[in-house]
Nanobody, 114 residues
Framework: VQLVESGGGLVQPGGSLRLSCAAS????????MNWYRQAPGKGRRLVAT????????NNADSLKGRFTISRDNAKNTVYLQMNSLKPEDTAVYYC????????WGQGTQVTVSS
């Protein structure tokens, strides 16, 4: 099992990024997939979930309407579309799955700064 995130980078406030999580060793359509983030000096927090049925859950009111989780079953990849980015969105973003053993990707850095 492997999760590989990509798509992070430096973006100005108000900008957008799309993160990708390419999975191997299992099918993303069969399990709930999660995006977490860890800001500097803070703990890792759940951002969004997409269930095996395709339902999406944003886990913070402040992210609703700005962050959208989705998946492409053919590419076995999960995405996090992030719009209207704010400096407080600066963090390392991680992809996660519980099979039930828990797996994490290596993370991708997102920095929102002018």
């Amino acid at each position: 099992v492997q999760l590989v995130e990509s798509g992070g980078g430096l973006v100005q406030p108000g900008g957008s990024l799309r993160l990708s999580c390419a999975a191997s060793g299992f099918s993303v359509s069969s399990y709930a997939m999660n995006w977490y983030r860890q800001a500097p000096g803070k703990g890792r927090r759940l951002v969004a979930t997409i269930t095996s049925a395709g339902a999406t859950i944003n886990n913070a009111d402040s992210l609703k309407g700005r962050f959208t989780i989705s998946r492409d079953n053919a590419k076995n990849t999960v995405y996090l579309q992030m719009n209207s980015l704010k400096p407080e969105d600066t963090a390392v973003y991680y992809c996660n799955v519980r099979l039930p053993r828990e797996y994490w990707g290596q993370g991708t850095q997102v920095t929102v700064s002018s």
